[in-house]
T-cell receptor, first 113, second 112 residues
C-alpha cells in the first residue's frame, strides 16, 4: 500500500519556466511533509518542508503548498534552472517529523535549456 | 563539515555470500538510519538507531540482515547470505532533528 504517491514519473520543463511537482498521500496521520532532491550516484538531499499547521512554505525559488483536505502537496520551482534537473522525492511523517519518513517513488525533473 | 560517509560505494557478490556495509554519520548526530532503495522506488527504512540503541527495526528482515552501532557512532549493516532480490542501493542517513535527515551517497549492491 503506497501511502505517498508521486504519479508523474517524469517531467520536462523549459529553463526559466515554473516546475510543479505533485504528491498525494493517504495516511491522515501524516502531519509533516518534506521534499528531497537526488542527483545520480548521490544520496537524497533535503530541500524544503512543511508542517500541517501551514499551507505554504517558501524558500527562495522553492515553494511547497499543502492542501490537507485533498491530501495533496506540490513543490513549485520558479524560475527553473538546469541545475534543478534531478529526481525529487516527496516524504511524509507523523507526529510532526518524529515518526519514520515514508517516501514516494520520485519524479525525474528535466530542465530543458 | 563532512557529510555522511559510506563504504564501499559499489559491491558485486555472488548469491549466498555475505556482505557488509559501513556508515560514518555526521559528527554529533545521535540518530542513524539505514534505508533500502530499489530501482524506481523511494528509500524504505530498515532500521533506526538512537545512539547505540535500535529503536525501530520492524522493517529489517532479521533472518538474513543484521546491524550494529556499538559505540553510538559508526554503524555496519550485514547481509548473510545475500539473495538475488537484495540487489539495491543501501543508504545511510543521520540527523539531529528526526524530520531532516542527511543521506550518504549509498552503496550499490549487485547480487549475481
Amino acid at each position: 500500500d503506497q501511502q505517498v504517491k508521486q504519479n508523474s514519473p517524469s517531467l520536462s520543463v523549459q529553463e526559466g519556466r515554473i516546475s510543479i511537482l505533485n504528491c498525494d498521500y493517504t495516511n491522515s496521520m501524516f502531519d509533516y511533509f518534506l521534499w528531497y532532491k537526488k542527483y545520480p550516484a548521490e544520496g537524497p538531499t533535503f530541500l524544503i518542508s512543511i508542517s500541517s499547521i501551514k499551507d505554504k512554505n517558501e524558500d527562495g525559488r522553492f515553494t511547497v503548498f499543502l492542501n490537507k483536505s485533498a491530501k495533496h502537496l506540490s513543490l513549485h520551482i520558479v524560475p527553473s534552472q538546469p541545475g534543478d534537473s534531478a529526481v525529487y522525492f516527496c516524504a511524509a511523517s507523523a507526529r510532526f517529523g518524529n515518526e519514520k519518513l515514508t517516501f514516494g517513488t520520485g519524479t525525474r525533473l528535466t530542465i530543458i535549456p | 563539515e563532512a557529510g555522511v560517509v559510506q563504504s564501499p560505494r559499489y559491491k558485486i557478490i555472488e548469491k549466498k555470500q555475505p556482505v557488509a556495509f559501513w556508515c560514518n554519520p555526521i559528527s554529533g548526530h545521535n540518530t542513524l538510519y539505514w534505508y533500502l532503495q530499489n530501482l524506481g522506488q523511494g528509500p524504505e527504512l530498515l532500521i533506526r538507531y538512537e545512539n547505540e540503541e535500535a529503536v525501530d527495526d520492524s522493517q529489517l528482515p532479521k533472518d538474513r540482515f543484521s546491524a550494529e552501532r556499538l559505540k553510538g557512532v559508526d554503524s555496519t549493516l550485514k547481509i548473510q547470505p545475500a539473495e538475488l532480490g537484495d540487489s539495491a542501493v543501501y543508504l545511510c542517513a543521520s540527523s539531529l532533528d528526526p524530520a531532516v535527515q542527511f543521506f550518504g551517497p549509498g552503496t550499490r549492491l549487485t547480487v549475481l
